[in-house]
């Protein structure tokens, strides 16, 4: 059985590199760590997202409770935050 790593946050397309944070599960693991809706994940761990698929894929695999650092753009600044990944309730 694979158990994947979760965020807690729904994302759309957007026409620029990162993932657009369109909604945040209450009490989920983004929310945790305090992202909020409108802000852009630019890296996840240390490495580039390209799209909302690009950060489906790493953040499923990055492990169950491991800390990661994301690098955020909100208002026009970039900030970096630490998410501990949770499980995935649909698991």
């Given at each position: 059985r694979i158990e994947r790593?979760?965020?807690?946050?729904?994302?759309?397309?957007?026409?620029?590199?990162?993932a657009h944070i369109q909604r945040i599960i209450p009490g989920g693991p983004a929310d945790r760590?305090?992202?909020?809706?409108?802000d852009v994940i630019l890296k996840f761990d240390g490495q580039a997202i390209r799209d909302k698929n690009d950060l489906r894929i790493k953040s499923s695999l990055a492990g169950?409770?491991?800390?990661?650092?994301?690098?955020?753009?909100?208002?026009g600044?970039?900030?970096?935050l630490t998410m501990t990944m949770g499980r995935s309730p649909h698991e």
């Open positions: 790593s979760w965020l807690g946050i729904y994302v759309r397309e957007t026409s620029e590199p990162g760590a305090g992202l909020k809706v409108d169950i409770g491991r800390q990661v650092p994301l690098l955020i753009q909100r208002g600044q970039q900030l970096t």
